[in-house]
């Protein structure tokens, strides 16, 4: 029988969910620790993503090299275990995560769920100087687009733009649907919706059988830092989940999931 304590805390995050559109994230404001939002990510530090245990038996999938899948697999982690909010204090209910992103998400309560998964896409085609075109799209259908070669100051007043006017219902609807068996590091499981979620696998193992495990990224609400969740369904494998592919659902800490909800940029 399914464990039901988790509908006991997710009740009232998900009423108060990532895509609500708050009047905070209407607004055209945002402030990180810098006084800047983060253009660039020092990706060789570590600890980071890669320096994660995998389980006994397994080992990390192969990606190719300035993928951005192997980019999330360079994401430091930071040495302080403590998720914070926006606003400096510490987040409740920390014993859901496994680890903390080393990135800094800003004073105000901008970069949620939705924008934590836009947030490491655009920050990845920024930083590897891609050809291919840094864009959002609304629930209007605006387009807001930011070439890679723009300056710090414009890569950072496109992410104003994009925390303040997109969310996960106008994520949803610019990605493409994947099969959960398809599953690879960069992909999301997203829900759009007011309110809706959304959740980044950021790395993959698998065994000798073929049987593979990935890590979950992701924000919420209100604006915290962007951490590592942990598998509470399966503690023996946590902080990976298992990608069974005769599952319809997958149980994260704070949010229920379909597989049918799996998405790729």
């Known amino acids: 029988m399914r464990k039901l304590w988790w509908l006991l805390l997710a ?30 990510i020092a990706i060789k530090q570590t600890p980071n993503i890669s320096t994660i245990l995998t389980p ?45 992103l ?11 769920c939705a924008d934590a998964i836009m947030y490491c896409r655009a920050a990845y085609l920024y ?5 291919q075109t840094l864009s959002f799209t609304d629930n209007n259908g605006k387009v807001y687009s930011c070439p890679s070669t723009s300056t710090q100051q414009q890569f950072q007043q496109f992410l104003r733009k994009v925390y303040s006017y997109c969310n996960s219902a106008s994520l949803a609807r610019q990605m493409r649907p994947i099969k959960y068996a398809q599953l690879q590091p960069g992909d999301v499981l997203l829900r759009g919706g007011f309110p809706g979620h959304g959740v980044l696998i950021v790395d993959m193992c698998q065994n000798a059988k073929g049987e593979k495990l990935y890590l979950l990224a992701q924000g919420f609400m209100p604006a915290q830092d962007i951490h590592v969740l ?20 997958i149980q994260t800490p704070q949010f229920l999931f379909y597989t049918s909800e799996a998405k790729r940029f």
Request: proline share 7%; hydrophobic share 30%.
């Open 11 to 40: 009740a009232p995050v998900v009423w108060y969910a990532c895509t609500q559109a708050s009047a905070e994230h209407q607004q055209e404001q945002v402030l990180h620790a810098s006084g800047k939002m983060p253009g660039t």
């Open 56 to 100: 006994k038996g397994f080992q990390r999938t192969p990606l190719v090299g300035h993928s951005f899948g192997s980019w999330l697999r360079q994401l430091p982690l930071r040495n302080n275990n403590t998720v914070y909010l926006f606003n400096g204090k510490p987040k409740p209910y920390q014993w859901l995560h496994h680890a903390v």
């Open 102 to 112: 080393d990135i800094p998400i800003g004073k105000e309560d901008l970069l949620q």
């Open 127 to 131: 930083n590897s100087k891609t050809t």
């Open 230 to 249: 942990k598998n509470l369904e399966d503690k023996s494998i946590s902080p990976w989940y298992m990608l069974d592919t005769t599952a319809s659902t």
